[in-house]
């Protein structure tokens, strides 16, 4: 096929042959009928959505993981149709420096100064849609956006555990603190990814609980622990620990030297039980207790299966029913998810 054949497809100013259709779906991993879907698909505009590792990051990548995102409100949107899900709760901190932000939603979401035992489940509960990416996206770190008013986040799954709690938290910086140029599109800089880190570590990490629990020598011996107690990297919890001025700069130089000698920033050591959406895994066992598989889900909304599995953390291998079932749940059955 031609270039132009295909740039006139997706114009709609020609439409291929049934032939050409079968083997373009084929080849595309999509039922036939997605391309007759009534309406239009959700778009992300260009600057809509907040990117990470902007410079390993091809166009095709980015194209994907925004496809991706546009197939994920429409799963969100047979869910909400079917389940009562929590509603977003984010309060706008943009006028807050990373530290204070970080600080004050603890404060407000009544989680003092503790770890965060799951990320996920937190953004979660707070009513943000959390999907994972496609293999196919794996050099986005992770990305979110808001869609007719939802924040979204998408995180990388073939990232360690601890690399994707830091993720979550740092697109959460994003949704707090730069909810103006998100809703309104406005282009996305390193000084505004470096903001969203440190409201990162400052979230997983707070001041007081770390500097409260020093230890009594920095050494990658005692930080193993306390990289445990806090559920995040050996690269971030030292890094966090010079940033609040505690070590010097000589001997922070020295544990990022042996993090990397040892291979810790490739391979996190003692690796944690990475974490999964406790809103998709309660979905899809209701689903399942009704006799509803995932091919059926994936019928209603004209996708592949391997859509849905891709954008759920591969929950979905887990319903096993398959078949010609309807996948209709009448809305005044539709239960009231309880996220904790």
């Known amino acids: 096929m031609t270039s132009r054949s295909i740039q006139n497809y997706e114009a709609g100013t020609s439409t291929p042959e049934p032939e050409t259709l079968a083997k373009m779906a ?12 009534e309406g239009k698909m959700p778009t992300i ?9 902007l410079s390993k990051m091809t166009d095709a990548m980015k194209s994907c993981a925004l496809s991706a995102g546009a197939i994920a409100f429409k799963i969100n949107e047979w869910m909400e149709e079917r389940f009562n899900l929590p509603q977003a709760d984010l309060p706008d901190l943009s006028d807050l420096s990373p530290e204070d932000a970080a600080a004050t939603l603890r404060r407000m979401w009544g989680l003092g100064s503790a770890p965060i035992p799951n990320v996920i489940h937190l953004l979660e509960s707070r009513g943000i849609r959390v999907f994972s990416l496609a293999e196919e996206a794996r050099e986005v770190d992770a990305f979110c ?12 799954t073939m990232k360690s555990a601890e690399r994707s709690r830091f993720d979550a938290a740092h697109e959460l910086g994003h949704l707090v603190r730069d909810v103006y140029s998100m809703q309104h599109g406005e282009p996305h800089g390193p000084e505004m990814e470096r903001q969203a880190d440190a409201f ?38 030292a890094y966090r ?7 010097t700069e000589w001997t922070y130089r020295n544990l990022c030297i042996e993090i990397a000698k040892n291979g810790y920033r490739t391979n996190e050591p003692e690796p944690m039980e990475r974490e999964g959406s406790q809103l998709l895994t309660k979905v899809l066992d209701y689903l399942q207790s009704r006799k509803l598989g995932r091919s059926a889900i994936a ?6 299966v391997d859509e849905i599995n891709a954008l759920t953390f591969k929950l979905t291998r887990l319903s096993v029913v398959t078949g010609d079932v309807s996948p209709e749940i009448p809305s005044r059955q539709s239960p009231k998810l309880r996220l904790v």
């Open 299 to 304: 019928k209603n909304l004209c996708i592949s």
């Open 45 to 53: 505009g260009e600057h809509a959505a907040s990117f990470r590792s």
């Open 241 to 247: 620990y010079n940033a609040l001025g505690q070590i």
């Open 26 to 37: 084929k080849l595309l991993n999509f039922p036939q009928q997605f391309f007759f879907i």
């Open 145 to 156: 956006t808001w869609y007719e008013g939802r924040p979204f986040v998408f995180l990388n």
């Open 200 to 237: 990162a570590s400052a979230f997983l990490m707070p001041r007081e609980s770390v500097i409260t629990n020093r230890p009594p020598a920095f050494t990658i011996k005692y930080l193993m622990k306390l990289k445990h107690y806090w559920g995040v990297s050996l690269a971030a919890l």
